[in-house]
């Protein structure tokens, strides 16, 4: 068993100091049309420099973010413990290594991750892709001694019955996560079922939910799902850095839809991550709250539907996203200076193409106070099927809302420019 001393460098620590006495209830913020400037404080005045972002304006966007849309940010474990559970070094007829590693990370009773570690033969240390999937690892490869989830799943997926996996889903998924794929480019993949932290249905005390005090949800800033599953992989990427085939430098995160979404606020709460992609991640994502397309998600639409992703207090906002005190601009500038890849698809208009570009463009002001000039280099969304790849890149292909191998194509590519 491998234990890891948890490292604090570049991920977010939060106390009750955090929680500002100014932050006003959703219902006073006051009205404002246009997304936010990211380097406007809340107090009035606007950051000058690096310094003032770093030690006022990303704080606050911080703060800002957990007390108004996703929740408070849980306490980090000071330990997180890794126990193989088996190793084939002859994967993939002998190119590959894959690996299964219970994680656990607080007392016996709490839930445990069980991450799947697929890994390049002779490339080692190699960058890793890390994110959550939705079915389980078993989807995704046909090895036997890859372990079935035993916690709640929805019932649409492979092999699902009375919403418990079984063997009968193995390897019906290979192309959302194509390992073969991705580990002949040279990447790992570390991959998690996102119920291992927090099964995605509301109103049921299980997974990390089930830790809480039991009026913790009248809080208004309760830690929401979407934040756990962010939560879950700062825990992952702790037992990754103490993995010496993985470059602990070259992490990646991904994510699809709502896992797109968790992939975001991941990457914007721990700069360990160095590069991040929120594929389709639509509202609450990489979509702004504040929009004008007809055909996109809608904050009141997705508190309504989905209404354990976000916490309380965001649900406020439905009737009018004018009050809300960020926009999803700031969640993107809270990365800076790392890259950022925001991929999407002609026929989701749902996750807000358009405005998905917009946001890139948004966020760009944070990235300027690193020098980097040009951050988005076209100035109109990119032609469908062209990869923009700058610090703030952006693709759009035909098709609907899916991760398949064309995507992971365009994520390497981008990946290879930032990280090779």
């Keep these: 068993m491998r234990s890891v001393i948890l490292w604090c460098l570049g991920v977010v620590s939060v106390t009750a100091a955090v929680w500002s006495a100014d932050f006003p209830p959703p219902d006073r913020c006051p009205s404002r049309a246009e997304m936010p400037d990211p380097l406007e404080l809340l107090g009035g005045g606007r950051v000058q420099n690096r310094q003032e972002w770093e030690q006022h304006r990303r704080p606050e966007l911080k703060a800002l973010f957990q ?80 372990r079935i989830p035993t916690v709640w799943m929805p019932s649409h997926y492979p092999g699902v019955v009375q919403n418990r996996a079984t063997a009968e889903g193995r390897g019906k998924q290979v ?73 602990g430098r070259r992490l990646i995160v991904v994510g699809h839809s709502r896992l797109g979404k968790t992939a975001l606020l991941a990457g914007a709460f721990d700069e360990r991550i160095a590069l991040i992609i929120p594929h389709q991640s639509g509202c609450g994502g990489a979509a702004p709250s504040r929009h004008q397309n007809p055909k996109a998600e809608t904050v009141a639409r997705i508190n309504a539907t989905f209404p354990h992703w976000f916490c309380g207090n965001f649900k406020a906002f439905g009737a009018d996203v004018t009050r809300l005190p960020v926009d999803q601009n700031c969640l993107v500038a809270l990365c800076a200076p790392r890259p950022v890849l925001l991929t999407n698809a002609q026929e989701d208009q749902w996750a807000n193409p358009e405005g998905q570009w917009e946001v890139l463009r948004a966020a760009a002001p944070a990235y300027q106070l690193y020098d980097v000039a040009r951050p988005v280099i076209a100035d109109k969304m990119p032609a469908v099927g062209t990869l923009s790849s700058e610090r703030l890149g952006y693709f759009i292909r035909p098709g609907q809302h899916s991760m398949t191998p064309e995507d992971w194509k365009v994520f390497m590519d981008y990946s290879d420019r930032w990280l090779r």
């Design 67 to 146: 007390h108004y849309m996703y929740g408070e940010y849980p306490a980090r474990p000071h330990q997180v413990k890794g126990r193989v559970l088996f190793e084939d070094g002859q994967f993939l007829e002998g190119r590959g290594i894959l690996q299964e590693v219970e994680l656990t990370f607080g007392p016996e009773t709490w839930p445990k991750i069980y991450l799947l570690l697929a890994l390049p033969k002779g490339r080692s240390p190699c960058p890793a892709f890390i994110g959550l999937n939705f079915g389980g690892n078993h989807l995704l490869t046909t090895h036997e001694k890859v």
């Design 175 to 247: 192309q959302v996560w194509p390992l073969e794929q991705i580990l002949g480019r040279g990447y790992a993949v570390a991959t998690f079922y996102c119920g291992d932290i927090q099964p995605d249905r509301p109103h049921v005390r299980e997974g990390m939910r089930a830790t809480l005090p039991e009026r913790a949800t009248e809080t208004g800033r309760e830690t929401a799902t979407i934040m756990w599953w962010a939560w879950g992989i700062h825990n992952a990427v702790d037992y990754l850095l103490s993995e010496p085939r993985i470059n």
